[in-house]
């Protein structure tokens, strides 16, 4: 691979970055599709894309013309050296004057091999004889500045940005590329914070990167827009994306040290007006498996939830909105019922946590293998226990039904607001009521609410108003304590801290039973449920977290505002 020219072969500079070591091969093929798609010069793809460093690029470039190459930031150049070239000739062309050659002649830094070319005029002008030797352009940005008081803000750019996403990450040596910086660090201070999501979000005039910390969404930092093409690239090739692929929606998954964890990092990328917003779900490793005792499931509740899941037949489903922790509830009782002579097989998409012992399958929509197909080839396997990480259709409904009536313990979730919507959300996908009566065991909602900060939270007194908008009676506070959230340095101001879940577990009666096969109405079947089933709400929960100290008044409100008033 080489090029022709006037004075004979020369190589490419991708050719000679890989002689030497500094990239390989697939490195290079990631800056050739990004070369294609950015129109850039290959070695700014690769700086851009982390896979070596300017200076690595700037050598290979002065190899390649033939030239010296010199480090500018190194060393002190004197002041008569300096005076040879005018600073507004300096600013002009990017030069810096490095060593006297002689009489009248200098040593000049350049850039670009190219620029020999373009400062032959100068001779004449300044009367001067000079040779070029090769420098990197942050060594320049250094050097004009340093020598000459020019700044070049633009052209620091990336630098500026990597340091303020979080100079004091130590994961990261200050010698590795900006953007390789940037990313690392933006993981680093997720980490710190506690974030569940990273999002990058770009706009005309920014880049706005966000947390999202105990469920809620906060402002982390921005990024000028000048590295927006950059990071968007580097977090997609950690995610093994097409990069040239900026029309269509893509996902990936990539794992990543940050600040002393091991992450499992959901990505995806959603085309937008001003570019790709990628998101990032982080999963910890090493936390991510919770005791539903830590998840704030306690009580009769919990005992009643233990009956259930060790029956040996029946659908058992856990409802909620997306991010309401159903996943990990799920993970949870299959960490109870995983023995050596229980046989587990999961169909999840995607697979959050690798669970030992368990036969885990990842679904993949491309090649047709979905929820359905996955649950008809389990059956084949003899399992114990299925959990299907979803029924969002009537296929897969009917085969999870058919299993759990051919003698299977089979898990999933539902998309609904309540634990009664669930029973009659299997029969609008068009299952018959007698085989959602006779197949269902237990449907159990739940919702993810902020934990108050142990640091800062006060002694509240609430107003009747308050007390009626969550459905809260005055006796029922009489001689507790209320809390309300203040905001101090550990909570970052927020006045919360982690978070617990509240619960609502209905349990199949006869009653019930009965009232589905009826195909009552869902507030019917949530009276049945509440009367002979002893079903407790999601509200109901929520007040004995506000009573135990855990939560806010505040926090039951904004999470349970649509329920409250659907249900009273």
Excluded: W
Excluded at 141 to 149: C, F, Q
Excluded at 511 to 524: C, G, I, K, M, N
């Amino acid at each position: 691979m080489t090029e022709t020219g006037k004075t004979g072969p020369r190589k490419l500079l991708g050719e000679i970055l890989r002689a030497a070591n500094v990239v390989g091969e697939a490195q290079l093929q990631d800056a050739l599709k990004y070369q294609a798609e950015t129109g850039l010069k290959i070695g700014e793809c690769l700086v851009r894309l982390g896979h070596c460093q300017s200076a690595d690029v700037s050598r290979a470039l002065a190899r390649q013309a033939g030239m010296p190459f010199v480090d500018v930031k190194k060393g002190q150049i004197s002041p008569e050296v300096i005076a040879a070239i005018p600073k507004e000739v300096a600013e002009e062309h990017n030069i810096v004057p490095v060593k006297l050659d002689g009489p009248g002649k200098v040593i000049l830094a350049v850039t670009d091999p190219l620029a020999v070319y373009n400062l032959e005029h100068l001779k004449f002008i300044l009367n001067l004889d000079f040779r070029c030797a090769l420098t990197t352009e942050e060594a320049m940005v250094e050097a004009l500045s340093k020598y000459y008081g020019l700044h070049k803000k633009d052209a620091a750019t990336v630098g500026d940005a990597a340091r303020r996403a979080g100079g004091a990450a130590k994961e990261v040596s200050a010698d590795d590329a900006p953007i390789i910086r940037l990313v690392q660090n933006l993981f680093d201070d997720a980490v710190r914070a506690r974030a569940s999501d990273i999002h990058v979000e770009p706009f005309a005039d920014r880049v706005r990167v966000r947390f999202r910390v105990d469920g809620v969404c906060r402002v982390a930092d921005d990024f000028p827009t000048a590295v927006q093409g950059a990071v968007l690239s580097r977090l997609k090739i950690m995610a093994e994306m097409d990069i040239a692929e900026k029309r269509k929606p893509q996902d990936g998954r990539l794992n990543i040290h940050a600040h002393g964890k091991e992450l499992d990092v959901r990505v995806s990328a959603l085309p937008g007006t001003h570019g790709e917003s990628i998101v990032m779900r982080l999963l910890d490793k090493q936390e991510g498996l919770v005791s539903l005792e830590r998840l704030g499931f306690v009580g009769e509740d919990q005992r009643r939830f233990h009956r259930v899941i060790k029956r040996p037949n029946g659908i058992f489903l856990v409802t909620g909105p997306t991010g309401s922790g159903k996943t990990t509830t799920l993970y949870a009782a299959l960490q109870e019922l995983n023995r050596p002579d229980v046989k587990i097989i999961t169909a999840e998409n995607p697979v959050e946590y690798h669970l030992p012992g368990v036969n885990q399958c990842q679904v993949h929509h491309q090649i047709g293998l979905d929820f359905a197909r996955i649950l008809r080839s389990m059956l084949r396997q003899a399992p114990n226990i299925i959990l299907v990480g979803e029924i969002r259709d009537q296929e897969t409904a009917s085969i999870a039904i058919q299993a759990a009536l051919t003698g299977h313990l089979v898990f999933s979730t539902l998309h609904t607001n309540d634990a009664p919507a669930a029973l009659t959300r299997l029969m609008d996908m068009g299952v018959a009521p007698f085989l959602v009566s006779s197949s269902v065991a237990a449907v159990m909602a739940q919702r993810l609410i902020r934990r108050l900060c142990n640091s800062c939270k006060e002694k509240h007194e609430p107003t009747a108003t308050e007390l009626d908008s969550i459905g809260l009676a005055s006796e029922h506070i009489a001689g507790k304590t209320v809390y309300c959230s203040v905001g101090c340095d550990q909570c970052r101001m927020t006045g919360y801290s982690g978070r617990v879940g509240i619960f609502e577990l209905l349990e199949m009666s006869p009653d019930l039973r009965e009232a589905v096969f009826r195909s009552e109405t869902t507030s019917r079947l949530r009276e049945i449920a509440i009367s002979s089933g002893g079903m407790l709400s999601l509200r109901v929960d929520g007040h004995r977290k506000i009573i135990e100290g855990v939560t806010s008044v505040d926090e039951i409100l904004r999470v349970l505002s649509k329920e409250l008033v659907l249900n009273g």
